[in-house]
């Protein structure tokens, strides 16, 4: 079972869970904890080889979408957990999209922060390198460059601190079976864009966020129940670089005021 962290409110009753993205850990969340513990019972994951869960040791046939959501799920199982408004970054929203296709009916609503629902020609040319030389560059190199990438700037210096540091405990070779699942997440990214999913959603972006905020624009824009804040001066991981205001936007949706 995946290693998590649970926090109990006085005040809620509801549950939410935080997935992160790829490279990251439930670390990611630090600015969050105390904030929505105020209304909810708050449930960090730390996904398969990421943080403190141990990598599968099998053939890596169990590396896909669904398998790395029913991980998700099993915890919810385990902590008796009936339904819960879930929190991504990153690839982290990959994977609730997924866990939503899979029990509609744990999800109470979703906020994907930096939602990844498609791709722009520059991110697709990150695909595309990362697979060249997934075996010619050293892990720690490789993830570097792509954290700059993905969050340039001096106000994303943060977050690419702390992206850097967790993305030392995960094994080269864990790293290689995420980027095994870029073609299922493109197969996904498009069986979706022609559905609409009836989950209450809200997405979170970073106005700096150049490679996921316009593919987001375009799916809040045709689906129902589903709302947009873009927060100003910040990149793909908003919720550590303007924390303060992350917080307030996500815990009023999930009030629903």
């Not at 962290?5 to 670390?27: D, L, N, P, R, Y």
Request: net charge positive; charged share 20%; with cysteine.
């Amino acid at each position: 079972m995946l290693s998590y962290k649970s926090f109990i409110s006085e005040k809620g009753q509801e549950w939410v869970v935080f997935v992160h993205g790829a490279g990251g850990s439930s670390a990611v969340w630090f600015k969050q904890i105390r904030a929505f513990q105020k209304e909810f019972n708050v449930l960090l994951v730390d996904l398969r080889g990421h943080g403190k869960s141990s990598a599968y040791t099998g053939d890596g046939s169990r590396y896909t979408l669904q398998g790395l959501s029913q991980d998700i799920l099993d915890v919810l199982d385990h902590e008796k957990i009936e339904s819960a408004h879930f929190v991504g970054v990153s690839l982290g929203t990959i994977l609730i999209r997924t866990l939503i296709d899979m029990a509609p009916e744990r999800v109470l609503s979703v906020i994907y922060a930096g939602a990844v629902v498609g791709f722009t020609a520059m991110a697709r040319i990150l695909i595309v390198a990362g697979q060249a030389l997934k075996y010619m560059v050293p892990f720690n190199t490789l993830y570097s460059t792509f954290a700059w990438i993905i969050m340039p700037g001096k106000k994303a210096q943060e977050a690419r601190r702390v992206f850097k540091r967790e993305a030392r405990r995960v094994a080269p070779e864990e790293f290689r079976r995420w980027l095994m699942l870029v073609p299922e997440v493109n197969r996904r990214l498009h069986k979706w864009m022609s559905e609409t999913s009836s989950c209450r959603s809200l997405y979170l972006m970073g106005g700096k966020d150049y490679m996921f905020l316009p593919p987001a624009r375009a799916v809040v824009y045709k689906t129902p129940d589903s709302f947009l804040e873009v927060i100003s001066g910040v990149g793909h991981v908003c919720n550590i670089e303007k924390p303060e205001q992350f917080n307030e936007l996500a815990i009023a949706f999930l009030l629903n005021k």
